[in-house]
């Protein structure tokens, strides 16, 4: 069965700093990873998608990277701002299922402080 | 484009009764996944439809039914409503027939469910 981890459970920084958050998959039989990010009591909203043939994605300031074969994946946050602040959720799609469902991390929670 | 959309966006409910959630995708979307995010955890996933079937189903028991009409939106039911139900519960779409297997789910707002 198909477990994912992140690290750390919460984050608290102040604004400019770089970040790094990680994500861990059981299972490399993937077709895709998705970040997504979760304002309090909100739903989710998607930051960026990695198939499992690509090593890495960037939108923004933000930059997500894949290694398949090792389960990782990492989300980095380039000079960090109080808007960052939010919880974020690392998802893998399976392989081997009908259409393929999510499955989630626990998340980041991420503070960004002025 | 709308995006998905939910309705209601909080419900409050006592022990036993029974609740209907609503889903409509973002256009151009055919398929609709449901998920329950308790406080503090990721979304866990319950169920999922294609073409007005359940073809997926998560570790949830038969008190979550779920049905998907010819629009492509969809409804989950929740019968025999217990404390342990209460949760933020998630609707998603993905376009499975224009882009396979490795689309991108799309997110609703959610639907916050509270049982008394």
């Known amino acids: 069965k198909q477990e994912v981890t992140q690290i750390p459970a919460a984050l608290s920084v102040p604004e400019g700093e770089n970040l790094v958050l990680n994500c861990s998959f059981t299972d490399s039989a993937i077709y895709n990873l998705q970040w997504f990010r979760q304002d309090p009591g909100k739903g989710l909203t998607s930051l960026l998608l990695i198939q499992s043939s690509q090593r890495e994605q960037t939108s923004g300031r933000l930059n997500a990277s894949l290694d398949k074969s090792s389960g990782r994946s990492t989300l980095y946050i380039a000079a960090s701002q109080p808007g960052d602040s939010a919880t974020y959720l690392c998802a893998v799609r399976e392989r081997g299922s009908t259409l393929g469902r999510l499955y989630f991390g626990r998340g980041t929670q991420l503070t960004v402080w002025p | 484009d709308a995006g998905v959309t939910q309705s209601p966006t909080h419900l409050i409910k006592t022990r036993g009764q029974q609740v209907t959630l609503r889903c409509s995708p973002k256009?151009?979307?055919?398929?609709v996944s449901w998920y329950q995010q308790a406080l503090g955890q990721g979304p866990q996933f319950i169920f999922q439809?294609?073409?007005?079937?359940?073809?997926q189903r998560g570790n949830f028991p038969d008190r979550f039914s779920g049905h998907q009409f010819p629009n492509y939106s969809s409804e989950l039911n929740v019968n025999a409503l217990l404390l342990g139900d209460s949760a933020l519960y998630l609707c998603?779409?993905?376009?499975?027939?224009?882009?396979?297997?490795?689309?991108?789910?799309?997110f609703g707002p959610g639907t916050r469910l509270t049982v008394t």
């Open positions: 256009s151009g979307h055919d398929t």
């Open positions: 439809y294609y073409e007005e079937e359940e073809r």
């Open positions: 998603a779409s993905s376009p499975y027939r224009r882009q396979g297997k490795n689309y991108e789910q799309y």
